[in-house]
């Protein structure tokens, strides 16, 4: 079974900076999109960015655009989303997500981790 597990998150002021990592584990994939969305207490979960198997394409939502970034190293099938300028409204579990094509719909993406906490505090 495919399995993703995202590292990386963590406690940091406002203004600071944290990068996640997702790699696969147990049987491992390649030729993926990836993709990374986030929920909140209370809040349904909302996409973030993504990321085309070949890296050339990528995809943000508004509300990270200029302050988040998305890259892969396929020769390490990992995928990481530097995260800069933090602010409290960005406080969630962050998950990352495997499929065929990048997309914001979180439908498109049939595999999924466990989730890594980013907490922001002002």
């Known amino acids: 079974q495919v399995q993703l597990v995202e590292s990386g998150g963590g406690l940091v002021q406002a203004g600071g900076s944290l990068r996640l990592s997702c790699a696969p584990s147990?049987?491992?994939?390649?030729?993926?999109?990836r993709g990374w969305f986030r929920q909140a207490p209370g809040k349904e979960r909302e996409f973030v960015a993504a990321?085309?198997?070949?890296?050339?394409?990528?995809l943000y939502a508004d509300s990270v655009k200029g302050r988040f970034t998305i890259s892969r190293d396929n020769a390490k099938n990992t995928v990481y989303l530097q995260m800069n300028s933090l602010k409290p409204e960005d406080t969630a579990v962050y998950y990352c997500?495997?499929?065929?094509?990048?997309?914001?719909?979180?439908?498109?993406?049939?595999?999924w981790g466990q989730g890594t906490q980013v907490t922001v505090s002002s």
């Open positions: 147990g049987r491992t994939f390649s030729g993926d999109a």
């Open positions: 990321i085309s198997w070949g890296g050339g394409s990528t």
């Open positions: 997500a495997a499929g065929g094509m990048s997309s914001k719909l979180s439908t498109q993406y049939p595999y």
